[in-house]
């Protein structure tokens, strides 16, 4: 199949490497001439484990090129893949669909014959139909059919989540289409992965419901750990007590302070708008949301608290800034709520992150940037664990606790425990939900 491929970004590069990987001819198109520029060149833009290599691999074998040129990618395409962001509307929460139709409009007036455009963005319910309005629009002779085809792949985990995914998420309205589709998906259909068919609406619909239903589960666990901290429970006993109930399930019970990152904040929000354009309020969302807001704030509570209710000259070491470990991406991370609010505060503010400091020197100003651990921790009043990097999983912590200069911790991620923590040396240790 050939493939054509718009925006070369956490989903769209990942997507169309993998799309190659299954022996079909990917172009891969992005309106950024320095992300294409460094794609040629064999550079990977973005930090995602194993990207570089499968990428290299498939260029080398002929399938997998990068343009600025869109119309080129999409002439005698079988599928064009619309994976341009869908970033929150700046004032109102909905889903902004600026990129998605700009898109829709370029690829209708490209297409030369029949194609399917698909949408791999995250959109809200009726997108797809305007997109093949946009198409038409743009040019009334193309031939095509739109389809959805949500994606549900995690950063840092990306290449395995597409090669092995739970499921795959289709919805069609012709046979053409899904043949065409059932052609693309048919390395993982072979390898009995379940492609599930549904309507344009079902598709675009079950991508907001899977991300607010998990977004929900990450806060109802929160909120129950800042329960657990007031009656003398365990958020790490409780959870397993309560993720071996098959009905419930083990993952994403982790406390922790809140979710972030780049598809939880504003899916959520955007779902909620949705309900309320349709006068059926998503309550439960619209509660996460809130929920989310103050864990995040409850974080910024704990760690004043630990510094004897003032940050004023307080030096602080932060291991880890981005949303979660094993990516760069910085968008929504809690750590954007949390570490301005310290540097607010007066406090002189160290920052240490494997992947990080690239996209968060720009959205982290007035902290400091060093290179371990233990660097960040010389002379630190506090030390709070915010992401945790392999790298912060096993840490040396009575060399930690001699750097320091008053040795406390914040665990927002409950790796350690307040009795390694104790025995280290530290005279105070703060978990969630411990
Ligand atoms: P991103 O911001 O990393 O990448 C988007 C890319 O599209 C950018 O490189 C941008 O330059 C390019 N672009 C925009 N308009 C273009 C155009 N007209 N032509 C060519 N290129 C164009 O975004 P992302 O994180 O990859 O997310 C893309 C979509 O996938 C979003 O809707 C998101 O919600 C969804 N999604 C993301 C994830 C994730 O983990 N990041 C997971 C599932 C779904």
């Not at 589709?181 to 419901?209: C, H, N, Q």
Request: proline residues 5%; negative net charge.
């Amino acid at each position: 199949m050939k493939i054509a491929m718009i925006g070369t970004g956490y989903v769209g590069l990942v997507s169309g490497v993998c799309f190659s990987d299954f022996g079909h001819e990917v172009v891969c198109v992005d309106k950024d001439p320095g992300k294409i520029d460094r794609l040629n060149a064999g550079q990977v833009p973005i930090f995602e484990p194993g990207l570089e290599a499968l990428m290299a691999k498939n260029v080398s074998a002929g399938r997998l090129s990068f343009t600025l040129d869109l119309a080129e990618a999409v002439a005698g395409a079988d599928a064009v893949f619309i994976a341009v962001g869908t970033p929150t509307r700046r004032g109102d929460g909905h889903a902004d669909l600026t990129y998605v139709m700009a898109a829709a409009e370029e690829i209708g007036r490209a297409l030369t014959g029949y194609a399917v455009i698909v949408t791999k963005s995250t959109v809200p319910v009726g997108t797809n139909r305007k997109v093949a309005e946009a198409a038409a629009a743009a040019n009334p002779d193309a031939k095509f059919d739109v389809a959805s085809n949500p994606e549900f792949l995690r950063e840092g985990a990306a290449i395995d989540d597409f090669m092995r995914p739970d499921r795959v998420v289709v919805g069609v309205e012709s046979q053409r289409a899904r043949k065409v589709m059932a052609d693309i998906y048919r390395p993982l259909f072979l390898r009995e992965f379940p492609v599930v068919y549904t309507g344009l609406e079902s598709a675009e619909m079950i991508k907001y419901a899977a991300n607010a239903f998990l977004a929900t589960k990450i806060t109802f666990i929160n909120e129950i750990a800042a329960l657990c901290e007031k009656v003398g429970a365990d958020i790490k006993d409780v959870s397993k007590g309560m993720g071996m109930d098959g009905r419930i399930g083990n993952k994403f019970l982790h406390a922790g302070p809140g979710y972030g990152g780049s598809c939880f904040p504003k899916d959520t929000m955007a779902l909620a708008r949705i309900g309320q354009d349709h006068a059926v309020p998503m309550q439960i969302t619209e509660t996460v949301i809130k929920v989310n807001d103050e864990i995040k704030r409850r974080m910024i509570d704990k760690i004043v608290d630990l510094c004897d209710g003032s940050l004023n000259g307080k030096t602080i070491a932060v291991l880890g800034v981005t949303f979660k470990p094993n990516t760069d991406d910085m968008r929504d991370a809690p750590s954007l709520t949390i570490v301005p609010a310290l540097v607010g505060g007066g406090a002189k503010v160290r920052v240490v992150d494997p992947q990080g400091q690239r996209e968060g020197e720009a959205l982290l100003p007035g902290v400091k940037w060093v290179e371990s651990p233990y660097q960040a921790a010389h002379g630190a009043d506090l030390v709070v664990l915010l992401t945790e990097w392999n790298e912060f999983r096993a840490l040396d912590l009575s060399k930690l606790a001699k750097k320091m200069e008053t040795p406390r911790m914040a665990d927002l991620r409950n790796i350690y425990s307040l009795e390694e923590a104790t025995e280290a040396g530290f005279q105070t240790y703060a978990a969630v939900g411990r």
